[in-house]
């Protein structure tokens, strides 16, 4: 492994330790959500409803923006990885690493009863495309000055709800 790729492999590890730390902090963080798909009230499992949506649907942020593209390590001296799927591929691949199938949440919508969550396909590397770029940018984010200057961040959630790529993000 060269030097270039060892800091990224280090860097990768110390961002894996702040985003364990996010992940086990209180409702009161900066995680990603979109306006109102957190209930205002603990909600019963028992009281949420799956509706599973066919076919396609349309994204509009797949990971290749130039946001997400400035989260990308170096291929070479003057050429970043063109995805963040890629980097891991080349930089420190895991033993498995397939573009398997899985879901995308859609829309939440809340009421007094209850809830129901809307679901469509996806695919792995759509979301590690996004999420996994967005988590690295927000905890680095964190470690050099706090969490307001994640662009990622900001152009996911300005972008119609409908229309965002996997962004299944926690």
Same mark, same amino acid.
Request: charged share 25%; glycine share 8%; net charge neutral.
């Given at each position: 492994?060269?030097?270039?790729?060892?800091?990224?492999?280090?860097?990768?590890?110390?961002?894996?330790?702040?985003?364990?730390?996010?992940?086990?902090?209180?409702?009161?963080?900066?995680?990603?959500?979109?306006?109102?798909?957190?209930?205002?009230?603990?909600?019963?499992?028992?009281?949420?409803?799956?509706?599973?949506?066919?076919?396609?649907?349309?994204?509009?942020?797949?990971?290749?923006?130039?946001?997400?593209?400035?989260?990308?390590?170096?291929?070479?001296?003057?050429?970043?990885?063109?995805?963040?799927?890629?980097?891991?591929?080349?930089?420190?691949?895991?033993?498995?690493?397939?573009?398997?199938?899985?879901?995308?949440?859609?829309?939440?919508?809340?009421?007094?009863? %209850?809830?129901?969550?809307?679901?469509?396909?996806?695919?792995?590397?759509?979301?590690?495309?996004?999420?996994?770029?967005?988590?690295?940018?927000?905890?680095?984010?964190?470690?050099?000055?706090?969490?307001? %200057?994640?662009?990622?961040?900001?152009?996911?959630?300005?972008?119609?709800?409908?229309?965002?790529?996997?962004?299944?993000?926690?």
């Amino acid at each position: 492994m060269t030097g270039r790729a060892t800091a990224s492999v280090d860097l990768r590890s110390r961002l894996r330790g702040v985003l364990r730390e996010l992940a086990t902090a209180t409702r009161e963080t900066a995680l990603l959500t979109a306006p109102g798909w957190m209930p205002a009230r603990p909600v019963e499992l028992v009281d949420v409803d799956l509706t599973w949506v066919e076919g396609p649907q349309p994204t509009t942020i797949d990971g290749a923006e130039a946001e997400a593209q400035a989260l990308c390590p170096l291929r070479t001296a003057r050429y970043r990885f063109d995805r963040y799927t890629s980097a891991i591929r080349y930089v420190d691949t895991p033993a498995l690493f397939e573009n398997r199938p899985s879901y995308r949440l859609l829309d939440v919508s809340w009421s007094e009863s %209850g809830g129901r969550l809307h679901f469509g396909l996806a695919a792995y590397f759509d979301k590690l495309d996004i999420c996994e770029a967005v988590g690295h940018e927000y905890a680095a984010a964190v470690i050099a000055s706090g969490p307001d %200057g994640a662009p990622s961040r900001r152009s996911i959630w300005s972008t119609p709800r409908a229309t965002r790529g996997s962004a299944s993000i926690a």
